[in-house]
């Protein structure tokens, strides 16, 4: 139920994400228990990322049962070459957890009790599961932006919301907000692949 | 068409916005065509799933409620007793009468299931008229017939053609709100049941748009296409 935030040595995080990599290939196998042990080590990631876009926990684990579903299903087609596990699964439910948010019309305004607050800044250490080489460029680019561009990206990722959503959330109009987002994306292109 | 620049000069992001999850209707409409009609379009989506993915390490982590493993195992081993249905379906299509269905029946007659049809018992019909759909190539290759039955939330496809090896033919409806929701892959070889997820069955009504993508085997990594359409036709009530 609560925040678990991790600080392991960077030879634990690589160890941690290489045994994920296997976890998750095995998973593809249609081995039982690689998915059970998949389960356990990913759920409270995923769980949080379904908590926060649909608001409700009865919601978010419906949500999320049907991500490990779709995870069973589909992890034959991941390539470890294209993405680290974490993030191929964790795009899985924050993709999920936005359809279920936009099919149930949720415009919900008010800060979700149940969610823990994210932090502001970029992890002072490195998350276990994410590859150290590449956790702190997106968090660098970020931080060079101006803090409405910054402010806007980092809601609509977190909290899953449309530009309308957004613009409504802090009353600026649509055109405003669109702007921001567009000018913040295009310097964020330039910083990432700079 | 709208040029979704309009009038300013802001740069397209389009694929950004995409991957953000920022666009909805119309806007997002446009930036799903592109991710199947330019390859290049939809790897820059990849490419900022990627990036975006990044923040997921800042994500605070919240237990699981207890039991969904268990639901999630039990809904992995259910397909069996979903798929063995509890009266006969083909010949509840067979007995409706209307000019969709006589359509329909062409593909279905022509393109028997693999498994015997079984023996037509009685034939209780649906509470909710059902759909079909024939889907046709876009190039070359066979069409083939869904059917969709609101009331048990169950899709019957019938055999397609077999995908290359290392892919997958995924179905996806395209609905009200004119976005691809994935329906499921096809069975290779053979006829296809499936029971689509919450939020690919409300898009399921008269008029809606069926395709079917080739994907990477297991099907499209991102939850939406990433192929482009072989094979689209529309659902209509029968």
Redesign the interface.
Known sequence: MMDTPAAPSKGRDAAARAELTEILVRTGDEDRAAFRELYVRTNAKLFGICLRICGEREAAADVLHDVYLTVWKRAGAYEPSRASPITWLATIARNRAIDWRRANGSRRTAPIEEAPEIADTAPLASETLIADEEAHSLHRCLDELDGNQRDSIRTAFFQGVTYAELAERVSVPLGTMKSWVRRGLARLRECLEA | MTDIRTT?D??D?SA??LA?????GDERAVALRRVLAEPGFAQSV?AW?????????????????EG??E???R??DAPHAVAAPSRPFWPAVAGLTSLAAAGLLVFVVARPPQAPLPVPAPVVVPAQPLLVASIAPTAKGAAIAAVYDPARGVLRVTAADTPAAGR?TELWVIGA?KTP?SLG?LTPGGATSVTP???AR?QLAPGATLAVTI??????????PTGTIVLKGDLSQV
């Open positions: 300013d802001l740069p992001v950004a916005e953000l999850g920022v666009l909805d990849e799933r990627g990036y975006l993915g990044q923040l997921f390490a800042v994500w605070p982590e919240v237990a699981a409620p969904v493993f639901r999630v195992e809904s992995i997958s709100d929701h892959l997820a919450l939020v409300r994907e990477p085997s297991g099907g499209s990594p991102t939850g939406l």
